[in-house]
T-cell receptor, first 112, second 112 residues
Framework: DQQVKQNSPSLSVQEGRISILNCDYT??????FLWYKKYPAEGPTFLIS?????DKNEDGRFTVFLNKSAKHLSLHIVPSQPGDSAVYFC???????????FGKGTRLHILP | DAEITQSPRHKITETGRQVTLACHQT?????MFWYRQDLGHGLRLIHY???????NKGEVSDGYSVSRSNTEDLPLTLESAASSQTSVYFC???????????FGPGTRLTVL
């Protein structure tokens, strides 16, 4: 059973607008959440993270929101740029474990 | 600069052959991980290690083995390659608890 779910396989957004990528999780023991970005033929790279003691974390154009009661997090990219076209993986870890569980990913297309 | 490398980048082999994929990191990280990425599955954990002589099974460990004889290397061995093991393999390392994982560039393995 999937513990980290990204229900949208792909998303298209106009350049300059806001991109919102969603992620749901089922394991209430998760207390640390991460987003990774992946370009074709490259390894994933860390983008932003959030601890369960917070409900928002910002880094430049990227903001992650966490709703613990709904077991839901989202990544907002504002404004979206062509270089943001990539696959985004949501990931989670918990119980003081260094393993992280990844979702299936969402492919983001930024349209000119 | 510290880095994590994987070799080979591409490999074609035949069913039943033993294959070893190399992973080398110069971050001096204790934690190392192997993942496979497949369409529709995202990144799935194969094996991981929290230090020298420590190895652990991930969610898709059948048919794979690892050994950790030093801090820098975690080779992944496919004992008898199967077509179902055709995939892109990523190695990653992290410093410790709640630290981001740094990924290698990946190895594309094809089993014919």
């Amino acid at each position: 059973d999937q513990q980290v779910k990204q229900n949208s396989p792909s998303l298209s957004v106009q350049e300059g607008r806001i991109s919102i990528l969603n992620c749901d999780y089922t394991n209430s023991m998760f207390d640390y959440f991460l987003w990774y970005k992946k370009y074709p033929a490259e390894g994933p790279t860390f983008l932003i993270s959030i601890s369960s003691i917070k409900d928002k974390n910002e880094d430049g154009r990227f903001t992650v929101f966490l709703n613990k009661s709904a077991k839901h997090l989202s990544l907002h990219i504002v404004p979206s740029q062509p270089g943001d076209s990539a696959v985004y993986f949501c990931a989670a870890s918990g119980n003081r474990d260094d393993k992280i569980i990844f979702g299936k990913g969402t492919r983001l297309h930024i349209l000119p | 600069d510290a880095e994590i490398t994987q070799s080979p980048r591409h490999k074609i082999t035949e069913t039943g052959r033993q294959v070893t994929l190399a992973c080398h990191q110069t971050w001096n990280h204790n934690n190392m991980f192997w993942y496979r990425q497949d369409l529709g599955h995202g990144l799935r954990l194969i094996h991981y290690s929290y230090g020298v002589q420590d190895t652990n099974k991930g969610e898709v460990s059948d048919g794979y083995s690892v050994s950790r004889s030093n801090t820098e290397d975690l080779p992944l061995t496919l004992e008898s390659a199967a077509s179902s093991q055709t995939s892109v393999y990523f190695c990653a390392s992290s410093e410790g608890l709640l630290n981001e994982q740094f990924f290698g560039p990946g190895t594309r393995l094809t089993v014919l």
